[in-house]
Each structure stands twice: as structure tokens, then as C-alpha cells.
């Protein structure tokens, strides 16, 4: 197996704990695992970009080649179409519906919207809005990894081991509200594939 | 042995504490950072004590670590590219007094600039000063070549340059750890004269230095790290260096291909290998991460007349960092990139924070200097430097760090009077300091602004050396104590910091303001709360 994901957004929404909890779960379960993070100047308001790789084989490069990724999971959806080259034929594009507006010349959201849905394989979902009826605002980027769940070949239970693993420090109440998080994305997008 | 999952910086930093390391130095720079901040958070390298402060520059970290090393222990200085520019006297000096404890010079480069204002190669330098070079092809290797480079280093005492480059510094794999080595004990060097540089003495170590590079050459050529795969299609050779390798079998995993290969991750380059894959193939291939180094080594190299193509004939672009396309394309492979990205699709630049202080600096500057007109701002390296973008439009100059205020002196020199000089603290503790001297001994008419904000803000918020101490410092270095005005930036008092700017700008001498308020993305450190609230600082 083989899964090849571009993580977008803006500096300081965090995209590195979706990072961090898929790590973890491959890495627990003994797969191979590349990830590539920006540091420094574009983690001021910037776009940013992560990209994750995770195998059972050897992986080469840290960087997802052109038309290579099977996901461009993103936090924000001007960002996930700044991407689109990195997406292979057959890929998703699974994106938060909510816009960072920190430009002046920020597209129409319609617009944005309309691209995206060019695109044969997508998801818009508001996480956001889910993550607020869970009572859980911190947790939309969970949101956002468990709408890509479908489309990454790790088993779901070792996302949820990753997620207990990940905030487990924090007490059992975050790792129940990360999970509930996780399947909230995960069912919107099996009813909406 | 445990597997960790680590960033190329913290393999590295991992690697020097499992091989006996007593002290890290080093001064932030992306992307070179999170090695000394996870040797911060590393419990074994907090038990032992390890040295991990920031130093206050590249320079004197690099002479720190070479004072470690003069006491028989093992150090590591850390610096991004742009830094080893700043340490270079103290760099190139270290190879003729050489090393007496394992002494490794890390530097982070970064093609394509990413967060920088060049993309200079670091082994230029060490060609330069004619040390060995490491440059890792993965994590695990980062974490090896830490590990083993101080026995390296040891052996030859002498510097040795571990090479990175941005995206093997800020990716991250799982890497497996060896067994730890204790640190060396004191031990001073055994000729009491190898690190005194008198003209005498140096001639000598010189010398010795010169006799030793075929040792570093046949050192190379022995190095597991440098790697020969045979090839039967000798039409095409490969050199690929450090990470440019992974590139390389990216492409080619599922494909045929029976070129000879030969990795270089050991400098100097080892000649038997080169000169075998020189001999063997009609044509040599060199990819490179940063500049045509070896490339244009081998174009003067051989006797054979092999043709070597690269980046200098544009069979690879001459500029900016490779990637698995760059390199299909090298090789002839098509790429399949996706859709293109759509034309609604907007630049998304870093920008100041909201509530940051630096952005109520410049609204007061800006309608300050209003009277005086626009092209007179010499700003530096920081956040600030973002003040050049709309809707602030309010800085002129951006070329290393220090150069703010010894560029409006220039420029004051020449007539252009008020000139102003924008710098942070951390930088301004880094290289403006002697800039300031400078303007006070002449009495310069320039406006400095240091824009404090109690930490070293573009890069994650480390810690600033002079907290609590820049008026002292200013004072200290003879600015007159009533043109140095301490402020607070703010929409409220907006008015009065205007006013207190045009005051200073109409000074015909050395005048200081300083804005003062925390970065806001600093607000959830606690120890820096409380040394904040211990100087009386807010
Ligand atoms: C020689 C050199 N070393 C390090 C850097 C990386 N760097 C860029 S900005 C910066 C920090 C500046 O801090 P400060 O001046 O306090 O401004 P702030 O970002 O906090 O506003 C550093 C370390 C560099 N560009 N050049």
C-alpha cells in the first residue's frame, strides 16, 4: 500500500496535527513514513504545505512528485486548488468549505467552490460548523482527517490509536470529543462520495 | 534500537547527543532552527547538562564551540547558510588551527528560498577551508553522520561541515538510534601552540593541513556513505549528491534503468569512484541540490574528456531546488502533473500578525516621515521586513542582518538626512550593536528604531540575548540618554508616538526609539511571561 497526501492551509491554522496523528499511526503500525513541513517565513500567514507519504516499501523522496498525490487534504479551499498539479488522475480533493480571508483580492467562495468541483473526486465539508456541533471547535482539522479517511490506506482504527496516542496527555475527554471529530468527518464523507 | 520519528534537524540533533556531544551553539535560521530547540526539550541533553543556549550570533557561536573543542569536548555550532557568511573568519580560521575535541560546523541551506535572501551552497565554504563535508541523503544518514562525524573530526583533528538543505531539515522519517557514547573528559591539546595563530605558527598548521587532504580524499573514498550501484548502459553516468539520490530513485524504482550510479555524501569527493564513473561513461550527469559544485569541479577535472552535463548546460535549471519533476525531466521521463491551478487562485504572502506591534511602528513612522518623503527607510532582518509589503509600503533596504543601521549611516553620509535604520532586538543584539558604534564615534544624523518585541520573532520565537538590557546597551555605547525614547506602540497612544518620531527625526544626531511590546505569538510562553514581568519590562 501506498498513500501520498499534500496537507494545505494558511500559517497558523495547524495542518501539522493532521500531520502529527497520521504520522503516529503509521508509524505504530510499523509503516514507512515521509513528511515533509515549512518552517519559518510562510508560517506567517502564508500558504502553507505539508506533504505526507506513507508506504509499506521504502520511500525516496520527501516530496510528492507532480501528478503524484492521492489526496490534497485541505484546511482551507483556496489553498487546496493552489495544488491541484500535485494531484494524480484518479485523486481526491477533500477540503474545509470555510475560507481564511487574510488578503484583499480573496476570490468569491462561489467561485472557489465551482473549481473545485471540477474536480472528479471531491469533498467540501464544513468542518468548522461540524466541529461546533460536537462542541469542539479545536478539533475541525480532526474533522478534516476523518473526511479523507476514506481515501487512506490505513486502517481506521489505527487513525483512532493515533488520535489517543496524540492527545492522550490531555485527558480522556479530548481524545473522546478528537474521535467523535474523526467519525463526524469520516460519515460525511461516505454519505457524500 | 528505538526507532524515533524525527525532522532531519532533530536526526541530527539526536545523532550528536547519542555520540558523546557536551554543547550545541548556534543562532536561529530557518532552516536550522529545530535543532538546537529540540536539543531544549531533550531530556537526556537537559540531565547532562549539554550546552544549548542560543548565542548571540553565528560568529560567536562558532568560536564558542571551537573554545569547547580547544577543552577536548565535543561541539556542534548551528546556523543556516546566510549565518556561516557571519561566522566565515572564525570558520575558515578553525581549519588552520583545527579541532581538538570532535567539532562539527552544521549549516542548513536553502535553495529556492524558501525563508532567505540567497540560496549560497555551504560546501563552497568548505572547499574554501578545505575540510570535509557530510551531506545526508535521508534522515537516517543525518543521524548517522552527526553520530559518526565527531570521530571524524577527531581523527584528522579538524572541522567538519555537515551540509542539509531545506527539505531534508523540515521532513521527517523514522530513524533508529545507537548506543549512546559518553562525553569526552577535559583534555587540552597536546601542542600547547595549535590554536595560536601567529604567523609562525599557522604557516605550520598550514601546511599540515594541506598534507592531510589526500587523507580526506582517501577517507571519502572508503566512506560508506559515498555509494557505487553498477550500471551496463554506460551511455549516461550519474553523480547525484546527498539528497538529489532519493530524487533520482523516485523515478526510477518501477522502471528500467542501467546507468551507473555513484552517490556522493562525503567530501572531498572520493577521486577513485569519480574517476571510474569518468573512465567507464560516455556522458556524466551531476544533480545537485544548491550550486553546480561538482559539476564545475569535473568540467575541470578530468583527463579523459568525459562531457558533463547539469545544471551549467540546463539539462537541470541553474537555479532553485531540485525535485522528483526537475530530475524526470534531467533523465527524460514525462511528467504527469494534474489540472493546472486555476487563474482565481491568489498569492497568499506572510504578512505582520494582527495586533503586532511592529504594524503601529510603522503606521507612526509612516506619517511621521510623511514631510521628508518616501526612499529613506533602512530596514533589516526580522518580521519587520514584511513592513515592505502593501498597505505599509514602509521600508526601503533588506540585506543581512545589521545592515539597517550602518546603511542609513552610509546614506546620512551622503546627504540623505533624516536617514532611519529599522532593526528588532534579536537582531540588533546579533550585528547592530557595532553598527551603532560607528554612528555615535561620528555622531551620524540617523533615526534607529528597535522595534522590541522580546524575542526573535521570525524565526518561532526564540530567545532574544539582550532582554531587559537594550537601553543599557544603547546608553552604554554613548547615544545621548534624551534621544533615547522607550514607547509603547499602540492605536491609542498613536498621536504621541507620531510626535515623539518627528522630534527625533529632526535631530542632527545619533537618536534611538524604541517601540516596545510583546509579540503576540509569544503570549502562550510562560518562562518568558514571567522574565518579562521580572525585568519590569511591560
Ligand atoms: C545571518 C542570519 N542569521 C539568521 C537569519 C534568520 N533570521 C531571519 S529574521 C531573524 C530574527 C529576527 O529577530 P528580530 O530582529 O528580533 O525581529 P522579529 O522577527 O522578532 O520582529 C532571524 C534569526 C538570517 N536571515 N541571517
Known amino acids: 500500500m501506498k498513500t501520498d497526501i499534500v496537507l494545505s492551509g494558511v500559517g497558523g491554522q495547524g495542518i501539522l496535527s493532521i500531520a502529527a496523528t497520521l504520522g503516529t499511526a503509521a508509524l505504530e503500525n510499523n509503516l514507512h513514513l515521509k513528511q515533509s513541513e515549512i518552517h519559518g517565513m510562510s508560517q506567517r500567514g502564508g500558504d502553507v504545505q505539508s506533504s505526507m507519504r506513507i508506504s509499506d516499501q521504502d520511500i525516496n523522496s520527501d516530496l510528492i512528485p507532480l501528478g503524484g498525490a492521492d489526496i490534497i487534504l485541505s484546511v482551507e479551499p483556496m489553498e487546496a486548488l493552489r495544488h491541484l498539479p500535485y494531484l494524480k488522475k484518479t485523486g481526491w480533493v477533500v477540503t474545509n468549505a470555510t475560507p481564511f480571508e487574510n488578503i484583499p483580492d480573496y476570490p468569491a467562495i462561489e467561485d472557489i467552490h465551482a473549481e473545485i468541483k471540477k474536480i472528479a473526486n471531491h469533498i467540501i465539508i464544513d468542518a468548522d460548523a461540524i466541529a461546533a456541533e460536537i462542541g469542539s471547535r479545536r478539533s475541525s482539522n480532526i474533522v478534516m482527517l476523518g473526511a479523507a479517511s476514506p481515501f487512506i490506506e490505513i486502517p481506521y482504527e489505527f487513525l483512532e490509536d493515533g488520535i489517543r496516542k496524540i492527545f492522550g496527555r490531555k485527558g480522556d475527554d479530548v481524545v473522546n470529543k478528537n474521535l467523535e471529530a474523526l467519525a463526524a468527518g469520516r460519515k460525511y464523507s461516505e454519505e457524500n462520495r | ?538
Open chain 2, 1 to 538: 534500537m528505538e526507532k524515533l520519528l524525527l525532522l532531519g534537524d532533530e536526526a541530527i540533533a539526536q545523532g550528536a547527543i547519542d555520540g558523546g556531544i557536551s554543547g550545541f551553539y548556534g543562532y536561529p535560521g530557518t532552516p536550522s532552527t529545530e535543532i538546537l530547540e529540540y536539543v531544549q526539550h531533550n531530556k537526556e541533553a537537559i540531565a547532562k547538562n549539554m550546552h544549548r543556549e542560543w548565542s548571540a550570533n553565528e560568529k560567536t557561536a562558532m568560536e564558542s564551540a571551537l573554545g569547547m573543542s580547544y577543552a577536548g569536548k565535543r561541539a556542534m555550532v548551528t546556523m543556516k547558510h546566510v549565518g556561516l557568511n557571519v561566522a566565515a573568519d572564525a570558520f575558515v580560521n578553525s581549519a588552520v588551527t583545527g579541532a581538538n575535541g570532535g567539532l562539527l560546523v552544521l549549516c542548513a541551506d536553502d535553495p529556492s528560498m524558501h525563508s532567505s535572501q540567497n540560496e549560497q551552497d555551504s560546501r563552497f565554504y568548505a572547499k574554501f577551508a578545505m575540510i570535509p563535508v557530510l551531506e545526508p541523503t535521508n534522515q537516517q544518514e543525518a543521524y548517522d553522520m552527526a553520530y559518526y562525524g565527531f570521530e571524524l573530526s577527531e581523527k584528522f583533528r579538524i572541522p567538519v561541515m555537515i551540509r542539509i538543505t531545506t527539505r531534508l531539515a523540515h521532513s521527517r522519517a523514522g530513524v533508529v538510534r545507537k548506543a549512546v557514547k559518553p562525553e569526552n573528559g577535559i583534555k587540552l591539546p597536546e601542542d600547547p601552540r595549535q590554536f595560536v595563530l601567529l604567523p609562525a605558527i599557522a604557516r605550520r598548521n598550514y601546511a599540515k593541513l594541506l598534507s592531510v587532504q589526500p587523507d580526506f580524499e582517501k577517507e571519502s573514498e572508503a566512506s560508506p556513505f559515498n555509494t557505487y550501484t553498477e550500471g551496463s548502459d554506460k551511455k549516461l553516468g550519474i553523480i547525484t549528491c546527498g539528497i538529489a539520490q532519493n530524487y533520482l530513485l523516485e523515478n526510477i524504482v518501477d522502471k528500467e534503468f542501467n546507468h551507473p550510479v555513484l552517490k556522493i555524501s562525503q567530501y572531498p569527493i572520493p577521486r577513485k569512484q569519480v574517476n571510474k564513473i569518468l573512465e567507464e561513461c560516455d556522458q556524466v550527469m551531476v544533480i545537485e541540490d544548491g550550486y553546480p559544485v561538482v559539476e564545475e569541479m569535473l568540467k575541470g577535472y578530468q583527463e579523459k574528456g568525459t562531457k558533463i552535463i547539469g545544471r551549467l548546460d540546463g539539462t537541470l535549471p541553474r537555479a532553485g531546488e531540485l525535485d522528483p519533476a526537475v530530475v524526470a525531466k534531467a533523465i527524460g521521463l514525462e511528467v504527469n502533473a494534474g489540472p493546472d491551478v486555476p487563474s482565481i487562485v491568489k498569492q497568499r504572502p506572510p504578512a505582520m500578525c494582527v495586533g503586532c506591534g511592529h504594524i503601529d511602528a510603522y503606521t507612526a513612522l509612516n506619517e511621521a516621515l510623511a514631510e521628508y518623503g518616501t526612499g529613506r527607510v533602512f530596514s533589516d532582518i526580522g518580521c519587520y521586513t514584511l513592513g515592505a509589503l502593501p498597505p505599509y509600503n514602509a521600508i526601503n533596504s533588506c540585506v543581512d542582518m545589521g545592515a539597517s543601521i550602518t546603511m542609513a549611516k552610509g546614506a546620512a553620509d551622503a546627504g540623505l538626512i533624516p536617514a532611519v535604520a529599522v532593526i528588532g532586538d534579536s537582531t540588533f543584539s546579533h550585528s547592530g550593536i557595532t553598527g551603532l558604534i560607528d554612528a555615535v564615534s561620528e555622531n551620524s544624523p540617523i533615526t534607529i528604531i528597535i522595534s522590541d518585541n522580546f524575542t526573535t520573532g521570525m524565526t518561532g520565537g526564540q530567545d532574544s540575548k539582550s532582554l531587559g538590557r537594550i537601553d543599557d546597551i544603547v546608553k552604554g555605547v554613548g547615544v545621548d540618554p534624551a534621544h533615547i525614547r522607550v514607547l509603547k506602540p499602540s492605536k491609542a497612544n498613536m498621536d504621541e508616538v507620531v510626535a515623539i518620531m518627528k522630534e527625533e527625526l529632526a535631530y542632527q544626531g545619533v537618536s534611538v526609539i524604541i517601540p516596545r511590546r510583546q509579540c503576540i505569538q509569544t503570549m502562550k510562553n510562560k518562562a518568558l511571561g514571567e522574565k518579562i514581568k521580572a525585568l519590569g519590562l511591560k
